[in-house]
C-alpha cells in the first residue's frame, strides 16, 4: 500500500533538512580550516618531498601507515592550490 | 647506588676506540662481571679483536663476555618491511602505490641509518639489560656517533610541535562534530585515546625519551684522545655537541700516551674538570686475546664501576 505522507511529517522532513543545510553552512568555515590544518600536518611531515625542513624520513615513515585519509586532503588541497581564490569563493557561496 | 649500565666510548676515528673498549670489556668479565661488547660501527673489526667472527647475535667471547656486532643494513631492512606490512594492513589503495621502489630510497635517506642505530641500542639494552652486569659500545666515528645521540632530542621537538598540532586538528574535529553531527569533512577520530596517529606520535615520544635518559643519566661516556691536535680538537668538539643535548661526558682516556706515561698539558688544561686516565701503547702489539691484559685501562674501569 502507498504510504501516505501526513502534512506533519513532511514539515519535520522539511524542518530536519532545513537545519541541516543551516549547520553544514555554519560549520563550512570550520570545515575549511580542518582540512587547511590536516594539509599542513602531512606538508609538515613529508616537507621534504618539496624542500622544507621535516622531521627524519624514518619518522615520516612509521606514521605513513595512518595518514591515507591526510594524504588524501593534501592532495586535493594541492589540486585547490591552482584556483585558490575559486577555493575560497565557493565556500563563501559567491558564485 | 645508581648503576651506569650503558657505556660508550666515543672520539675520533683510529684512537683506539675498539681496543680499549675490548680492554675494558675483558678486564671487567675476569673480575666475574657479565659483559656484553656491542659494536655500533658499520667498519667492525670487533671481531678481529677477539679473533671470531660476530653477528646481530650473541657470540661468547670469553669467560662472562659476550659480543654483537650490529648489522645496520640488517636493521634498516627490518625496519623497513614492518613499516611495509603496517602499510598494506591500513591503505585501502595499497595496490596503486609502488611501494617496494619508496621502500629501496627510503634505505638511502639521510637519517635512517641514525634511526636504525637507535633502535639497535634501544633493542640491546632491553633484550640484554637484565642479563649482563653492564653494556659497552664501541661507536662508529664522530660524525654518525654524535648524530645518532642527537637523533632523540631533534626529533623530539618535531614530535612536540606534530603532537600539538594533532591536538589542534582533533579539537577542531571535536567542535565540528559537536554543531554538526553529520559533517561529511570529518574521516577519523576525534579524540587523543582513539586518534591513531596521536598514539603513534606519542609511542615515538615516549621511545626517544626513555633514549635520550638513557643517554643523559644511565650511561658512561669517555671520550678517547691521542697526543695529537687532531683528535683532542675532535673530543672538544664532541664535549660540546653533546653538552648541548644536556649529555655530559664521565670520562677522558689519553690514549697512546708516550712511554713516560705523561699526559698532554692541553688534554689537562681543557679537560680538567673530568678524570684523565693515560694508556702506554702496548709495545709489543695486540696479537692474542692475552694482550688485552696489558692495555691500561684498570682505573678507567674502576671508575666505571663506581658511576
Known amino acids: ?95 | 647506588m645508581h648503576m651506569k649500565k650503558v657505556a660508550f666510548f666515543l672520539g675520533k676515528g683510529g684512537v683506539g676506540k675498539t681496543t680499549l673498549s675490548s680492554a675494558t670489556a675483558y678486564y671487567l668479565s675476569r673480575k666475574g662481571k657479565k659483559i656484553l661488547i656491542v659494536s655500533l660501527d658499520p667498519a667492525h673489526n670487533l671481531g678481529d679483536v677477539f679473533g671470531k667472527k660476530l653477528s646481530n647475535k650473541r657470540t661468547p667471547l670469553a669467560v662472562n663476555l659476550d659480543g654483537i656486532e650490529v648489522d645496520l643494513s640488517e636493521w634498516i631492512t627490518r625496519y623497513l618491511k614492518e613499516s611495509r606490512e603496517e602499510i598494506l594492513a591500513t591503505y585501502r589503495y595499497n595496490t596503486t602505490i609502488n611501494l617496494d621502489s619508496y621502500m629501496n630510497i627510503m634505505k638511502y635517506t639521510p637519517g635512517t641509518e641514525e634511526y636504525a642505530v637507535l633502535w639497535a641500542i634501544e633493542y640491546v639494552v632491553k633484550e640484554y639489560g637484565k642479563v649482563y652486569d653492564r653494556i659497552i659500545f664501541d661507536t662508529p666515528p664522530t660524525a654518525l656517533t654524535l648524530r645518532f645521540l642527537a637523533m632523540p632530542t631533534i626529533t623530539m621537538v618535531w614530535v612536540r610541535e606534530l603532537l600539538n598540532m594533532r591536538e589542534k586538528v582533533l579539537k577542531k574535529r571535536q567542535t565540528i562534530l559537536s554543531l554538526n553531527p553529520e559533517a561529511h569533512v570529518i574521516r577519523g577520530a576525534s579524540s587523543v585515546e582513539e586518534d591513531r596517529i596521536y598514539g603513534k606520535l606519542s609511542g615515538i615520544q615516549k621511545r626517544l625519551s626513555s633514549l635520550h635518559q638513557l643517554f643523559k643519566k644511565d650511561s658512561y661516556l669517555t671520550v678517547i684522545i691521542n697526543p695529537d691536535t687532531l683528535s683532542l680538537a675532535e673530543a672538544l668538539r664532541i664535549r660540546h655537541e653533546l653538552e648541548k643535548l644536556d649529555v655530559h661526558i664521565d670520562s677522558v682516556c689519553f690514549n697512546k700516551a708516550p712511554s713516560d706515561g705523561a699526559c698532554g698539558e692541553d688534554v689537562k688544561e681543557n679537560f680538567n674538570r673530568f678524570p684523565i686516565f693515560t694508556s702506554v701503547n702496548v709495545p709489543s702489539g695486540l696479537k692474542t686475546l692475552e694482550d688485552l691484559v696489558k692495555v691500561e685501562i684498570p682505573e678507567l674501569a674502576e671508575d666505571m664501576e663506581r658511576s
Open chain 1, 1 to 95: 500500500m502507498k504510504e501516505k505522507y501526513s502534512l506533519g511529517k513532511l514539515w519535520e522532513k522539511f524542518w530536519e533538512t532545513t537545519i541541516q543545510v543551516h549547520r553544514d553552512k555554519a560549520t563550512g568555515m570550520l570545515e575549511f580550516e580542518l582540512n587547511e590544518l590536516e594539509n599542513l600536518f602531512v606538508v609538515l611531515i613529508f616537507g621534504s618531498f618539496i624542500g622544507l625542513p621535516s622531521p627524519p624520513a624514518a619518522m615520516a615513515m612509521e606514521l605513513l601507515p595512518y595518514l591515507e585519509d591526510e594524504l588524501r586532503v593534501m592532495v586535493s588541497r594541492a589540486d585547490l592550490a591552482q584556483d585558490p581564490l575559486g577555493a575560497v569563493m565557493g565556500m563563501l557561496n559567491v558564485d
